[in-house]
């Protein structure tokens, strides 16, 4: 079955994988280590920038998004994108508000 | 015109899908069935029944409404006759409607295809609205009584009611869960199985509806489907989320209904106006104007419909920020649709009309929708909301948007699809007759809503004090002229699939798209051989010196 | 643009991009799904910043943490089963999956001790303990039942697919020519495990 949109990449190596496992387990490493920090506003802000980074991570080599072509990636920005206008929005709603 | 380089002539030899034995025979060739087609009229068959039944409901509200005081039910019906009738058309008729028959039966062959992407969800599709009917008919059945929360199910006396709640809840996740493998299923077909030569830009427009309806299902869903599942835990286990003595937000719970369910009403809209702008080109004989700007503000219309939920609980208790925030996306998506509107109108110009039933439904649309969608952006000024927010006002604006929109649509659909889905054409004259007591009773019964909404009327009021009794008895009024209307058309469609005159025309209308180029009632896959398009679809011949005939090179 | 296989067989063609695209969909559902819960989540949060960091001292953050790696550890053995197969390495492919099973079983069997801890010092909902304290912590405790419920779920339906698969691919329905079903399972996987990689930060690294 002819797939011009999926490109034939390393794939087919295990040593990519392995790499990227042992950059999660560092970053997890990392995060906890940070969390144990004061560092007051900026917990959780941390906490997400590093859970982004991993999420990315399995997103583009173990879910073989950065091999899919560019609709697959389009697909996933739509996604996202939809939830963080929805924080967006709502935060609107809770940040700005006076008590509750 | 659409030009196909490989003829799909008629094969006398092959069966329509209608005759078509595959590997089960009789009931089970149908309730087995993963043909598009046969999926499409199984969805037609049960989407008619809750219709009807949705359409009793409403007609029975109605008939309490016709006088202050009690008429023919106490209180407490009331309530649950009016969630029904929410929870019923909402989701069972108006969600799915569209894209579940027209979209399962057409998309495919609007695009060249044999079938959708996943034919058996598409079935499971049909399996899980079935249960989800099911439940709620269970709901309405089992002691405790139907839900009377309205179709929205706010907290908190969505978790303090001692009705079927559990069973509403249940059955509209189930709905949901359909809905979203109906919209996974659309969106795939469209990217993947699109016949040779057909780009983005020759797509029909109705296509172009159908996927951005799709999106909207797949992303939006889930967001109530976890806001159900939500209700359900807090009534099983009392967790607190939405409940203020435990800390929790019963205006966080609107919000997140909300994120949905204004989502919600483009996944209704969107493929009428699909339909819309399928018709029109071949009733008038034009070229549809400004093809890339209906496409486009379908997209945008699924985009911008996900900026202004909160549109919808301006006196729920939210900051003035926000308000005035949503209040300012609300007016943005307006602007689309009436792009669309537009366009519409400038293909009528100087075109070459004709009344059929079909397009006399797609004018109604229009006027219809238009009235909806101005006082849609009426609503949306804030100082204007504060006043008619929950009252008939409300309810009359989303009646002309999702009945004098979606709903004439549907109906236009019906009546321009027919022949080709059955082989058969209806009884046009009668056609004409029951499209007027339609359109005459539909504004009878609606249009009084906006002046006693605007005059302070509540909605889903039992009762209602004297000045506006003449505006009530007025209403009831249209909802008979209404549904003699209804009555009528049932009648004819019922009885044209049966009985109705048989015709083997492919094309009786005229229409460019590819649905009528292949036989009266399609065989089973649709195409003898895939075809190869090369122009953009509604192609008519015009002596205008500024119409362009486009082809691939 | 796609061109259709047409076989005599009543089976339709076969098309495994549109196989996946039609499993990322579905995993959006799944991410929003979820995403409605972490926008309840960060409103609360919002809310009741000091109650929630009081209540999550509750939680094992080595339990926590411990869980996490074995979760991306499973994401791994998925990951390289499916290169096993594209290297027509079914044995290995096999023992992967089934390795991935196993650390998705320990997940579980950790999560079901932390539970029935909480249960025993009478955090549960609807407890009087709970009840007791202050809202922040009620909901915080509201949500991590529901959240991380959720989630065990979502193991569990996992674990079983992924068993499905490995019968599969030891039958010989799943090849190094015909393995779309078992990528897709690896999708669903590594779904459930990004949605763990925020749920532990939020719940266990707020102290």
């Known amino acids: 079955m002819q797939e011009k949109d999926h490109k034939v990449s390393n794939s087919h190596n295990y040593s990519i994988y392995i790499l990227v496992w042992l950059a999660l ?76 | 015109m659409s030009s196909v380089a490989v ?18 025979s009789g009931i089970l060739g149908w309730i087995l069935s993963t043909d598009h087609k046969r ?50 058309m909402i989701f069972l008729f108006v969600v799915p409607g569209l894209p579940a028959v027209f979209g399962n039966f057409f998309l495919p062959i609007l695009i060249g295809a044999k079938d959708v992407a996943f034919p058996r969800i598409n079935l499971l599709s ?78 029909p427009l109705s296509v172009w509806s159908l996927y951005a309806t799709a999106w909207v299902q797949i992303l939006a869903t889930p967001i109530i489907g976890i806001t159900l599942l939500l209700v359900a835990v807090e009534r099983l286990l009392g967790v607190g989320i939405f409940d203020p003595a435990l800390g929790g937000d019963p205006v966080l719970y609107q919000h997140l209904f909300w994120i949905y369910s204004h989502p919600a009403v483009y996944i209704m809209i969107l493929p009428a106006m699909g339909v819309v702008s399928e018709i029109i080109p071949v009733f008038a004989r034009r070229t549809i104007f400004g093809y890339k700007f209906i496409a486009f503000s379908s997209i945008a219309i699924a985009l911008f419909g996900s900026l202004v939920w909160a549109h919808h609980m301006f006196t729920a208790g939210m900051s003035n920020t926000s308000q005035f925030l949503f209040s300012l996306l609300t007016m943005l998506v307006a602007i689309p649709s009436a792009i669309k509107v537009f366009n519409w109108i400038a293909t009528l110009y100087k075109g070459s009309i004709e009344l059929a039933t079909p397009m006399l439904f797609v004018l109604a649309f229009i006027f219809l929708f238009s009235i909806g969608g101005l006082t849609g952006v009426m609503q949306g000024i804030l100082s204007v909301d504060i006043q008619v927010h929950d009252t008939s006002f409300i309810v009359a604006h989303f009646h002309y948007v999702m009945f004098g929109g979606t709903g004439f649509g549907f109906f236009a659909a019906m009546h321009y699809w027919f022949p080709k889905m059955f082989g058969k054409m209806y009884n046009r004259k009668l056609a004409k007759v029951y499209f007027w007591l339609l359109f005459v009773g539909f504004n009878v019964l609606y249009f009084p809503m906006f002046i006693m909404g605007w005059l302070g009327m509540p909605r889903r009021y039992y009762d209602y004090l004297p000045e506006f009794h003449s505006y009530h008895f007025i209403s009831t009024i249209g909802s008979w002229i209404l549904v003699a209307g209804m009555i009528l058309m049932v009648y004819n469609i019922f009885k044209s699939v049966l009985k109705g005159t048989i015709i083997t025309d492919k094309n009786p209308w005229g229409g460019e798209t ?40 | 643009m796609s061109t ?33 819960l972490f926008l309840l989540y960060s409103v ?18 080595i339990v926590g943490a411990f869980n996490t790696a074995v979760l991306l550890t499973s994401s791994l053995t998925m990951a390289l089963s499916i290169v096993a197969i594209q290297r027509n390495q079914k044995l290995l492919s096999i023992v992967l999956q089934m390795i991935t099973i196993l650390l998705a079983l320990f997940f579980m069997v950790n999560k079901y001790f932390e539970w029935t801890a909480k249960f025993h010092h009478g955090i549960y909902p609807g407890s009087e303990e709970l009840l007791s304290r202050q809202p922040g912590e009620i909901l915080f405790f509201g949500l991590y039942y529901v959240m991380t419920g959720l989630h065990g779920l979502h193991v569990l339906v ?42 532990f930060p939020l719940f266990y690294l707020i102290t």
Not at chain 3, 164 to 180: D, F, K, L, P, S
Request: a neutral charge; hydrophobic letters at 50%.
């Open chain 2, 7 to 24: 003829a799909t002539g008629s094969n006398g030899h092959e069966p329509s899908y209608l005759d078509y034995k595959g590997k089960h």
């Open chain 1, 25 to 100: 387990m560092i970053l997890t490493t990392v995060t906890v280590a940070i969390a144990g920090m004061d560092i007051g506003r900026f917990t959780v802000a941390t906490a997400l920038v590093i859970a982004s980074v991993k999420a990315f991570l399995v997103l583009s080599i173990f879910m073989h998004l950065r091999n899919e072509g560019k609709t697959f990636i389009i697909f996933v920005i739509v996604a996202l994108f939809f939830l963080g206008i929805s924080f967006i929005l709502l935060f609107s709603d809770y940040s700005l508000q006076a008590g509750l």
């Open chain 3, 4 to 36: 259709q296989e047409h076989t005599a067989a009543a089976h339709v063609h076969r098309d495994d991009v549109g196989s996946r695209m039609g499993m990322w969909l579905f995993l959006f559902t799944e991410l929003l799904l979820f995403g409605g």
């Open chain 2, 126 to 203: 049909w399996y899980l609205y079935m249960l989800g009917g099911l439940l709620a008919v269970i709901s309405i059945l089992l002691p405790g009584g139907p839900a009377d929360t309205g179709w929205t199910f706010y907290i908190p006396y969505a978790v303090r009611t001692n009705t079927n709640v559990m069973l509403a809840l249940f059955a509209a996740f189930t709905l949901g869960f359909s809905s979203i493998l109906t919209g996974l299923n659309f969106v795939t077909t469209v990217h993947r199985l699109r016949a040779p030569g057909m780009s983005w830009f020759k797509m």
């Open chain 2, 39 to 88: 999926i499409g009229l199984l969805y037609l068959c049960a989407l008619s029944v809750f219709f009807l039944v949705g359409v009793t409901f409403g007609f029975l509200m109605r008939l309490e409404l016709i006088s202050p005081g009690r008429t023919i039910m106490d209180p407490q019906t009331y309530n649950s006759i009016f969630t029904l009738h929410g929870v019923i």
């Open chain 3, 44 to 61: 609360y949060r919002f809310t009741y910043a000091d109650q929630f960091h009081i209540a999550a001292k509750e939680l094992n953050t």
């Open chain 3, 158 to 199: 996992g674990m079983v697919l992924i068993a499905v698969m490995a019968r599969m691919t030891r039958q010989g329905t799943i090849t190094h020519n015909n393995y779309v079903r078992l990528e897709n399972t690896g999708l669903y996987w590594h779904l459930v495990d990004i949605i763990w990689i925020f749920l």
């Open chain 2, 514 to 553: 590819l649905e009528w180029r292949i036989d009266t009632p399609p065989i089973h896959e649709n195409f003898i051989e895939i075809p190869v398009v090369e122009t953009d679809p509604y192609q008519y011949k015009m002596n205008e010196p500024d119409f362009k005939k486009v082809s691939d090179n």
